[in-house]
């Protein structure tokens, strides 16, 4: 099945630069890559998310990067404020397929 | 956008006791619902996979007669703790998903199960 490794596990920055969290999956097959923000006790919020027919997409502050051949994807959060403060949680899927398969989550902390 | 409840959002109950917490999406017809165990500081641990009508898939692990499944509709699926325990303390988040041809999974605000 597939496995999604994520790093870093913590990103400490400060309130301004920029922060990237890099995953990446063994299952070829796999086509759409969500990101998921989750703050202590809530709910993942998808934030953005990407389909294998692109290498990039981009949403203000967000961006997500694909590379296919590598098997690797990354979230870019630029201009980072306090309230970007949570753990961000990667996943990969096979489109037409139920299952999610999740990173381990990286908690990011954004200092002011 | 889509909204999927879950209640309750916490229960503290004694051990030996069973526990049943719902997952409603609100504004559409989910035929696929999952359930996620998360423990603090965790990622996400799917247990089963529901599609309405038939019967859950659990992931390996998972007892299935002590996480009983139940997607009797569209709009509901229960996750039922049979003679829970401590160890079973966690928090429970649902999801649903419109369809096969629908990535986007949501997911519900989660129930803190507290056995005592």
């Known amino acids: 099945g597939e496995n999604v490794e994520q790093h870093p596990s913590t990103l400490s920055v400060q309130e301004g630069d920029s922060a990237v969290i890099k995953c990446t999956y063994s299952?070829?097959?796999?086509?759409?890559f969500p990101w998921y923000k989750q703050e202590l006790g809530k709910r993942p919020q998808l934030i953005i998310d990407i389909r294998s027919n692109v290498g990039e997409k981009k949403d203000q502050r967000i961006a997500v990067t694909l590379n296919k051949t590598a098997k690797h994807f990354s979230l870019h959060i630029t201009e980072t404020q306090p309230e970007d403060s949570a753990v961000y949680f990667c996943a990969a899927r096979v489109e037409g397929y139920s299952t999610l398969t999740f990173g381990k989550g990286t908690m990011l902390l954004v200092s002011p | 956008g889509a909204v999927v409840s879950q209640h309750p959002s916490w229960v503290i109950c004694k051990s030996g006791t069973s526990v049943k917490i719902e997952c409603r999406s609100l504004?559409?017809?989910?035929?696929?619902m999952f359930w996620y165990r998360q423990f603090p500081k965790q990622s996400l641990m799917l247990m089963a996979t529901s599609n309405e009508g038939s019967k859950a898939t659990y992931e390996q692990g998972v007892e299935k007669d002590k996480f009983l499944i139940n997607h009797a509709s569209l709009t509901l699926s229960t996750l039922t703790v049979t003679s829970a325990h401590p160890e079973d303390s966690s928090f429970y988040i649902c999801s649903a998903r419109r369809g096969v041809s629908y990535n986007e999974q949501f997911f519900g605000p989660g129930t803190r199960l507290t056995v005592l």
């Open positions: 299952d070829s097959a796999s086509n759409y």
């Open positions: 504004d559409f017809q989910a035929t696929t």
